[in-house]
């Protein structure tokens, strides 16, 4: 519920907050930017089939039945490794993942959800270049 005198947010702010909170997974639509050279291969990890991941939609612990790769945190714990703090930005902004290109997270306070339909696409991109279905 909002209070007297608050207004529902319409736009990213460049608050920081979802760069700075954790690190996107790769859809299989992120491939090329990682095959052409934008998205760095050592700043990158995989999750595997099994491990205890955090499901940020429902916001809870679970065992994940699919392997994903994800782009690296920074050593200290805060965030992305592309977010840079200095500029509040993303320092491959033109060249971002999928899933920070669809998220938006004043719809979360305005409709009662944080991800645009994309974001919860099951497809993750876990293997060579070229993905095999594409
Ligand atoms: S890739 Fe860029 S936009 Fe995405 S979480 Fe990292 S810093 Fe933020």
């Known amino acids: ?32 930017l990682v095959y052409d050279g934008f ?31 994800k782009i690296r945190e920074k050593e200290n714990g805060r965030g992305c490794f592309y977010y840079d703090e200095r500029v509040k930005g993303c320092a491959i902004y033109e060249y971002r993942p999928v899933q920070c290109r669809a998220l938006a997270c004043w719809l979360l306070f305005s409709h009662g959800f944080g991800f645009r339909p994309c ?8 293997g060579p270049y070229p993905p095999a279905n594409q």
């Open 1 to 32: 519920m909002m209070k007297d005198g608050e207004k529902l947010q319409s736009h990213c702010i460049r608050c920081g907050e979802c760069c700075l909170s954790s690190s996107p997974g790769l859809q299989m639509a992120d491939a090329s």
């Open 39 to 69: 998205i760095e291969k050592r700043n990158l990890y995989t999750i595997r089939t099994g491990e205890v991941v955090r499901d940020n939609i429902h916001g809870e612990l679970k065992v994940t039945d699919k392997e994903i790769i």
């Open 119 to 126: 974001m919860k696409q099951s497809v993750f991109w876990a």
